[in-house]
């Protein structure tokens, strides 16, 4: 069994910057693919980002791309995203998950389904 707790959302200006963190547990985390996922009212989750159980492969949705950057460290159980440039749509719940297969296609990545997983969520709020 595996626990994800996130952290590090708030309420933010747009153009303002945060850093999402979740924590796992267990001690295997270094052998599982990583990913965050959103939700904001009355959508559906979305996939933002993704990273491989070692760290070298990475996927962005197109929406964050070169504004938020995923990154992980393994010593410290510990996944993050962080998130530059924030604007009113990135307002959401922000989920970690964690895959348990190695593997990481992109659309593996990017499919909810793909994920074992999953945290509680952590509120991110963008204000114009």
């Known amino acids: 069994q595996v626990q994800l707790v996130e952290s590090g959302g708030g309420l933010v200006q747009a153009g303002g910057s945060l850093r999402l963190s979740c924590a796992a547990s267990?001690?295997?985390?270094?052998?599982?693919?990583m990913g965050w996922f959103r939700q904001a009212p009355g959508r559906e989750r979305e996939f933002v980002a993704a990273?491989?159980?070692?760290?070298?492969?990475?996927y962005l949705a197109d929406s964050v791309k070169g504004r938020f950057t995923i990154s992980r460290d393994n010593a410290k159980n510990t996944v993050y995203l962080q998130m530059n440039s924030l604007k009113p749509e990135d307002t959401a719940a922000y989920y970690c998950?964690?895959?348990?297969?190695?593997?990481?296609?992109?659309?593996?990545?990017?499919?909810?389904?793909?994920?074992?997983?999953w945290g509680q969520g952590t509120q991110v709020t963008v204000s114009s």
């Open positions: 998950a964690a895959r348990t297969v190695r593997t990481l296609s992109l659309a593996q990545a990017m499919a909810d389904m793909s994920y074992d997983y």
């Open positions: 267990g001690r295997t985390f270094s052998s599982y693919a």
């Open positions: 990273i491989s159980w070692r760290g070298g492969t990475k």
